[in-house]
């Protein structure tokens, strides 16, 4: 079926363009409290999967070995922008573990931030690897790898121990055998995991309100995970991205993960509305990352009660500026109408 409307992008009073896509949320309860297209539509988790990612090097001891604090786990778990703050606890990781620069596989990219870039740029600063948007990830892949004595310079690879005991992870938490799993090369290098969209609002589920068939080890880890999040918004994304946004907006009642190609997971903390947790998929169908994605997250989060209806205004609906910072539109959302 064809994905239906999420968000309008509309200049004047014309409607220009559209974008569709899908979505779901599911509460501890095993209701499903908010279904708009298809619900088993299978995409690629992308960084949305990031806590997943850093629980085996929690779960593996590899955290506490190398004194692992919940700033530096909050950075393994993030998409971040590249700012100072980002590339400082990136560097302070890398030196725990006794690892280089040189080491991560995560290639270079300028950072997201464009202040930080244009500083990067007129000091012709060189720009390493500890810029990508996630060279935490890859530090505490590599540290985990060091920790349980494997081989850290191939960590990227699909047959690697690494990536096996996350894609286990995943599997346990998303409650899909890892066979069922198609694994495609991910932007940073590292393999990622498609999956039907219930599945990975599930696996967020697991997060925020690990299922009582869980084992201590994992309720504990994801504990330990979520609580860094919370505690470190700024981390996750950085200055005016999404993820940190909404987390300010409602702290410690929420986490949130963007992932690329118009994903987006969050898991709301139990709480007396959803005593045993909420965790939302989107899937923009299109990909749009900068306008469909963040409107249409925040009417999800003002629909459920996340957040308080005036909220967020600047981003719901999103003003449209042309190049001398004239209003000359709006992106608006349209999940009330579907």
Same mark, same amino acid.
């Given at each position: 079926?064809?994905?239906?409307?999420?968000?309008?992008?509309i200049?004047?009073?014309?409607?220009?363009?559209?974008h569709?896509?899908?979505?779901?949320?599911?509460?501890?309860?095993?209701?499903?409290?908010?279904?708009?297209?298809?619900?088993?539509?299978?995409?690629?988790?992308?960084?949305?999967?990031?806590?997943?990612?850093?629980?085996?090097?929690?779960?593996?001891?590899?955290?506490?070995?190398?004194?692992?604090?919940d700033?530096?786990?909050?950075?393994?778990?993030?998409?971040?922008?590249?700012?100072?703050?980002?590339?400082?606890?990136?560097?302070?990781?890398?030196?725990?573990?006794?690892?280089?620069?040189s080491?991560?596989?995560?290639?270079?990219?300028?950072?997201?931030?464009?202040?930080?870039?244009?500083?990067?740029?007129?000091?012709?600063?060189?720009?390493?690897?500890?810029?990508?948007?996630?060279?935490?990830?890859?530090?505490?892949?590599?540290?985990?790898?060091?920790?349980?004595?494997?081989?850290?310079?191939r960590?990227?690879?699909?047959?690697?121990?690494?990536?096996?005991?996350? &894609?286990? *992870? =995943?599997?346990?938490?998303?409650?899909?055998? +890892?066979?069922?799993?198609?694994? $495609?090369? !991910? /932007?940073?290098?590292?393999?990622?995991?498609?999956?039907?969209?219930?599945?990975?609002?599930?696996?967020?589920?697991?997060?925020?309100?690990?299922?009582?068939?869980?084992?201590?080890?994992?309720?504990?880890?994801?504990?330990?995970?979520?609580?860094?999040?919370?505690?470190?918004?700024?981390?996750?994304g950085?200055?005016?991205? &999404?993820? *940190? =946004?909404?987390?300010?907006?409602a702290?410690? +009642?929420?986490?949130?993960?963007? $992932?690329? !190609? /118009?994903?987006?997971?969050?898991?709301?903390?139990?709480?007396?509305?959803?005593?045993?947790?909420?965790?939302?998929?989107?899937?923009?169908?299109d990909?749009?990352?900068?306008?469909?994605?963040?409107?249409?997250?925040?009417?999800?989060?003002?629909?459920?009660?996340?957040?308080?209806?005036?909220?967020?205004?600047?981003?719901?609906?999103?003003? =449209?500026?042309?190049?001398?910072?004239d209003m000359?539109?709006?992106?608006?959302?349209?999940? !009330?109408?579907?």
């Amino acid at each position: 079926m064809e994905a239906p409307v999420l968000a309008k992008v509309i200049r004047g009073e014309t409607v220009e363009s559209v974008h569709r896509g899908h979505i779901v949320a599911i509460d501890g309860d095993a209701r499903t409290l908010l279904e708009i297209g298809n619900r088993f539509v299978i995409t690629y988790f992308r960084s949305a999967s990031k806590p997943f990612q850093v629980l085996p090097c929690v779960t593996s001891g590899a955290a506490d070995a190398f004194g692992y604090t919940d700033d530096e786990i909050a950075l393994a778990c993030a998409s971040h922008s590249g700012e100072l703050m980002h590339v400082k606890v990136c560097r302070r990781m890398l030196e725990k573990a006794g690892l280089s620069e040189s080491e991560l596989q995560c290639g270079r990219h300028l950072p997201f931030n464009e202040k930080e870039t244009e500083r990067l740029l007129r000091s012709n600063a060189e720009i390493t690897e500890v810029y990508n948007n996630c060279s935490g990830k890859h530090t505490a892949m590599i540290a985990f790898a060091k920790h349980i004595r494997t081989d850290t310079s191939r960590y990227m690879e699909c047959g690697h121990p690494i990536q096996q005991k996350i &894609l286990e *992870t =995943i599997s346990v938490l998303c409650d899909i055998p +890892k066979e069922q799993i198609p694994i $495609g090369i !991910d /932007g940073c290098c590292v393999p990622n995991f498609a999956m039907p969209l219930e599945a990975m609002a599930l696996g967020f589920l697991n997060l925020v309100a690990p299922s009582n068939e869980l084992s201590d080890e994992f309720h504990a880890a994801s504990k330990r995970v979520v609580d860094a999040m919370l505690a470190h918004p700024e981390l996750i994304g950085g200055t005016d991205r &999404l993820d *940190t =946004i909404l987390m300010a907006a409602a702290p410690e +009642k929420l986490i949130s993960k963007v $992932g690329a !190609d /118009g994903v987006w997971l969050c898991g709301v903390l139990p709480c007396d509305e959803y005593p045993r947790g909420l965790a939302v998929a989107l899937k923009i169908e299109d990909g749009d990352d900068k306008r469909a994605r963040p409107v249409v997250a925040v009417e999800i989060l003002k629909r459920l009660g996340v957040l308080p209806n005036e909220g967020l205004r600047e981003l719901s609906p999103m003003p =449209i500026q042309n190049r001398r910072g004239d209003m000359v539109g709006h992106v608006e959302p349209t999940i !009330d109408k579907n």
